[in-house]
T-cell receptor
Framework: EPEVTQTPSHQVTQMGQEVILRCVPI?????FYWYRQILGQKVEFLVS????????KSEIFDDQFSVERPDGSNFTLKIRSTKLEDSAMYFC??????????FGSGTRLTVV | DQQVKQNSPSLSVQEGRISILNCDYT??????FLWYKKYPAEGPTFLIS?????DKNEDGRFTVFLNKSAKHLSLHIVPSQPGDSAVYFC?????????????FGKGTRLHILP
């Protein structure tokens, strides 16, 4: 069964550093998403991406966040200057044209 | 503002019995509801969904019930099995566009007891 692949599985970074979280969505999927889950809290929507542009973003997705799909396969989330409160599990998801999301297994980001 | 609420953070059920996970929502624009299951260190996986035009959807051991007037849905698992121990997320989506974001509840941790 096709999978959404996320790398790395765990990333530790110093506060203020830039991080790039990588995702390889399922190849024929058209819609791409990033979600995050701070430990003990709910899964929160960050951003959706369709047709090479952001279609929706949440209040969490401020100027320090960016997404891109540079080569038609990878879908990346960049955090420009990490803060302690960015520590969370980040999930990538993709979808073709139905409501069924396929989630990756997540990247645990720890900001120290 | 919690639009999707799962008020029970955890639930323990004896193996073989019925597990009932509950979910309430506040946004009357939601027209599609989903349940996801999540094991530790993995992303949520889609389990079952229901459109607002139905009140029940069944898939094997899993049945989702929707009560629109009460803005309430529930997931029934019968019979419960040890592999069902996981966190279950209720989620909802609004609007006609299939790329609309889904709003997750906080999740309910289900423990199936031997």
């Amino acid at each position: 069964e096709p999978e959404v692949t996320q790398t790395p599985s765990h990333q530790v970074t110093q506060m203020g550093q830039e991080v790039i979280l990588r995702c390889v969505p399922i190849s024929n999927h058209l819609y791409f998403y990033w979600y995050r889950q701070i430990l003990g809290q709910k899964v929160e929507f960050l951003v959706s991406f369709y047709n090479n542009e952001i279609s929706e973003k949440s209040e969490i997705f401020d100027d320090q966040f960016s997404v891109e799909r540079p080569d038609g396969s990878n879908f990346t989330l960049k955090i420009r200057s990490t803060k302690l409160e960015d520590s969370a599990m980040y999930f990538c998801a993709s979808m073709w044209t139905n409501y069924g999301y396929t989630f990756g297994s997540g990247t645990r980001l720890t900001v120290v | 503002d919690q639009q999707v609420k799962q008020n029970s953070p955890s639930l323990s059920v004896q193996e073989g019995r019925i597990s009932i996970l509950n979910c309430d929502y506040t946004n009357s624009m939601f027209d599609y509801f989903l349940w996801y299951k999540k094991y530790p260190a993995e992303g949520p996986t889609f389990l079952i969904s229901i459109s607002s035009i139905k009140d029940k959807n069944e898939d094997g051991r899993f049945t989702v019930f929707l009560n629109k007037s009460a803005k309430h849905l529930s997931l029934h698992i019968v019979p419960s099995q040890p592999g069902d121990s996981a966190v279950y997320f209720c989620a909802a989506s609004a609007g006609m566009n299939r790329d609309d974001k889904i709003i997750f509840g906080k999740g309910t941790r289900l423990h199936i007891l031997p």
